[in-house]
């Protein structure tokens, strides 16, 4: 049978449909494996076993190898508990792309490189050579933006560059060359410092904010995870374990970033009220020599908790975990308390291996394997709980 003369009954069935747009789909999203494995969420009229032309619908699929070669069909073992078909691996033979397409309707896409190397080509006059080249070997991906767009946008990001007499942010950039959106550039700054050397400097990177308690004597800095934890202990300032430390609310892995210690990268919010003069006083010691200064770090009794711990330690080798709001949290996971990570959605964390923090290594890390029950440290209520009470 020719192939140009695939019958129309078995090219509109839907089951066949299906499985040739599949494949067309992953040419098209320019895909390497381009096979699919029969299942009940792909192919699910093969598993409905309420039809009585299940038999009929695998052998169009079986004809799509038999008589027009356009597939390879890899059977599995056979199994008394499975149909034949049940777990077989389809692969599409690559040769009969343009024939497909042509049945399909559905013509050849250019690939996203492609289309990016027309759209700064037709920016030449707007670009140096330098620029065309950086553009050509480094494409930039802005959401639902065509290449066009981005390129044009990034043709006017430089005429404001050199228009400005201040440093302007990439918040500001994006949205004043994506129609008001200013995500579109979020965390490019050295994209775009590549792309505009001579203008590096009029590109302000966007300071990390931190929410700071600062008491009237100082000596240590406290990072907390959550919020909620944040404020209670900022209530409870005076308290002995604290009285003498900076509060830092971390805000997750906020302030595992590694500009947080780059003096004009971070901004500070201060919880309480604080002199002028005072708050100079706290930016300079934050910002000096900090070798025999102590950081601790408290947050969640859990991978991700421990994984903040470990890249913050990255940045202050010396941090260890805040051991008085751990041991706190310890007295409820030895009742029993704790969820697993089914229950709070965090099967994705995963365990950090080792922290460098001798604390966390010997004792927390290895209890959460064994127990696989994480706690939120948001169940500590009051300072007192931390000092044993």
């Known amino acids: 049978m020719s192939e140009m003369n695939i019958p129309k009954g078995v090219l509109n069935a839907d089951i066949v449909q299906r499985v040739l747009h599949h494949f067309i789909d992953k040419l098209d999203r320019q895909g390497t494996r381009i096979s699919l494995s029969v299942s009940k969420s792909l192919l699910p009229e093969l598993f409905d076993f309420s039809r009585d032309d299940i038999d009929y619908l695998w052998s169009l699929i079986e004809d799509l190898e038999k008589h027009y070669h356009l597939l390879t069909i890899k059977l599995p073992k056979a199994s008394s508990n499975k149909e034949i078909y049940e777990g077989a691996r389809i692969i599409f033979n690559t040769d009969k792309e343009i024939l497909v397409r042509q049945w399909l309707q559905r013509p050849q896409q250019l690939s996203a490189q492609l ?42 990001i430089g ?15 994006s949205a004043r060359s994506f129609k008001g959106d200013s995500k579109c550039l979020e965390h490019k700054e050295d994209y775009l410092g590549a792309l505009f050397p001579e203008h590096q400097h009029r590109i302000k990177p966007r300071p990390l904010l931190l929410l700071v308690a600062i008491p009237e004597r100082y000596n240590q800095v406290l990072f907390i995870e959550n919020q909620e934890s944040f404020l209670m202990l900022a209530a409870e300032h005076t308290h002995r374990l604290i009285a003498h430390s900076v509060l830092v609310y971390t805000a997750g892995f906020r302030a595992a970033a590694t500009r947080i210690n780059i003096h004009h990268n971070v901004a500070f919010a201060v919880h309480n009220p604080i002199t002028v003069s005072s708050m100079r006083c706290f930016q300079r010691w934050w910002h000096s020599d900090a ?99």
């Open 115 to 156: 289309v990016w190397e027309n759209a700064v080509a037709q920016y030449t006059h707007r670009l140096t050579l330098s620029q065309r080249s950086f553009l050509q070997a480094n494409r930039l991906s802005c959401g639902d933006k065509t290449a066009f767009e981005v390129v044009g946008a990034l043709c006017h």
């Open 159 to 173: 005429r404001q560059l050199q228009r400005t007499a201040v440093a302007l942010s990439c918040r500001t950039l």
């Open 291 to 389: 070798v025999l200064r102590d950081y601790y770090f408290w947050g969640d009794l859990d991978y991700s908790g421990m994984g903040i711990l470990a890249s913050m330690r990255q940045i202050y080798p010396a941090l260890k975990a805040w051991q008085p709001g751990y041991q706190a949290m310890l007295r409820y996971h030895n009742k029993g308390l704790g969820h697993a990570p089914s229950e709070a959605k965090k099967q994705a964390q995963h365990d950090p291996g080792i922290t460098g923090c001798d604390y966390v290594d010997q004792q927390l890390l290895p209890l959460l394997r064994l127990s696989q029950r994480f706690l939120d440290q948001e169940i500590i209520a009051g300072i007192d709980e931390c000092n044993g009470q």
